[in-house]
C-alpha cells in the first residue's frame, strides 16, 4: 500500500472516530444543542465542530433546527438505536409479551425503556380496537404527567432523573401544555404510591387514560417498563381493573423470564 493511502486511511479513521464523538456529545446533552455547545463540550474548535455537524447532519445521523439554531440526534441514529435494541434479548422478549397483552385485551401497548433522553418508547404493539393516536418508536415520554414516566421515577435512583425532573418542572413553571408544577413532597408522595400499587396511572390531562407496570432484570433493577392506553372511558383502567391486573400478571411474567426473583413489591419501604 502506498503511503498516500495509508495517510488517507488514517485521516479517514479519525474522521469516523471524531464524527462519533461528537455524536456521543450530542445524545449526552440535555436537548437539542447550540454549535458553541456542542464545541465546547467536545473541546474542539467552533470551525472543525461546524464541518463535522453539516456532514453528520447530511448523513442523516443529526438533524438541523435552522429557526432555533439547534442540532440533535437525527431520524437514523434513532432507527439504528432501535434497531440494536430490537436484538437484545429482553427487547425481544418484552415485544412478546406485549403482542400477548394486546391479544387478550384488544388493547394498545407500548414497551418503554430508559435511553439518553429519559423514557423512550421502543416497540408499540397494535391492539384489535381502534386508536387514532399515532405512537411513533423513539418517542421520548415526560416523568410526571405520563404513566410510564411515573414508573421510571418511582423505581429509578433520584441521581439518574433528576436532569429530567428538573427540566420538566422548569417548562411547567413557563406553562408549557400538558405539563405540572409538583412540589417536592408532592414527588415523593407520587413515588411512594407507585411503589406501593406497582403501578401507574397517567395525570388525565390528555385525551387518554394509560396504565404502566414496571418489569425487572435478574439484578431486581428496573429494566422497562409495559404500558397500555386508550380513550378516555372506553375502558375500565382503574388500578384495580381487569386491564390493571392482566398488565400487572403481563410484567410479572416478563420479569421472571429476565431472571428477576427479588424485584421490589408493593411496599414503600421495598
Known amino acids: 500500500m502506498a503511503s498516500s493511502d495509508v495517510k488517507l486511511t488514517t485521516y479517514s479513521n479519525r474522521s469516523v472516530l471524531t464524527g462519533a464523538s461528537l455524536l456521543r456529545i450530542v445524545a449526552s446533552l440535555p436537548g437539542a444543542a447550540t454549535l458553541q455547545e456542542i464545541a465546547e463540550a467536545s473541546g474542539m474548535l467552533t470551525a472543525r465542530t461546524h464541518r463535522y455537524l453539516l456532514s453528520l447532519v447530511e448523513a ?5 433546527d ?77 416523568l410526571l404527567t405520563s404513566a410510564t414516566g411515573r414508573i421510571f421515577l418511582a ?44 403501578l401507574a396511572r397517567n395525570l388525565g390531562i390528555t385525551a387518554h387514560d394509560a396504565l404502566a407496570a414496571p418489569v425487572f432484570n435478574h439484578e431486581g433493577k428496573l429494566a422497562m417498563v409495559m404500558a397500555t392506553r386508550t380513550v ?12 390493571a391486573t392482566v398488565l400487572t400478571r403481563a410484567a410479572a ?3 421472571e423470564r429476565l431472571g428477576a426473583r427479588d424485584a421490589p413489591g408493593r411496599s414503600v419501604d421495598s
Open 66 to 142: 435552522r429557526d432555533l439554531g439547534r442540532y440533535d440526534l437525527g431520524t437514523l441514529v434513532i432507527d439504528l438505536g432501535l434497531t440494536a435494541l430490537g436484538r437484545i434479548d429482553a427487547v425481544r422478549a418484552g415485544s412478546d409479551a406485549l403482542a400477548r397483552f394486546s391479544g387478550e385485551t384488544g388493547l394498545l401497548a407500548l414497551l418503554t425503556v430508559w435511553g439518553s433522553n429519559g423514557p423512550t418508547i421502543v416497540k408499540c404493539q397494535r391492539g384489535r380496537f381502534a386508536d387514532a393516536t399515532h405512537i411513533r418508536e423513539g418517542l421520548n415520554l415526560p
Open 232 to 243: 378516555v372511558d372506553s375502558s375500565d383502567m382503574s388500578l384495580a381493573g381487569p386491564v
Open 253 to 255: 411474567q416478563l420479569s
Open 60 to 64: 442523516g445521523l443529526l438533524e438541523y
Open 155 to 198: 423505581y429509578m435512583a433520584p441521581a439518574e432523573t433528576h436532569e429530567f425532573l428538573m427540566r420538566e418542572l422548569a417548562m411547567a413553571r413557563e406553562g408549557r401544555p400538558k405539563t405540572v408544577v409538583m412540589t417536592p413532597e408532592q414527588i415523593e408522595e407520587m413515588r411512594q404510591e407507585v411503589r406501593r400499587q406497582r
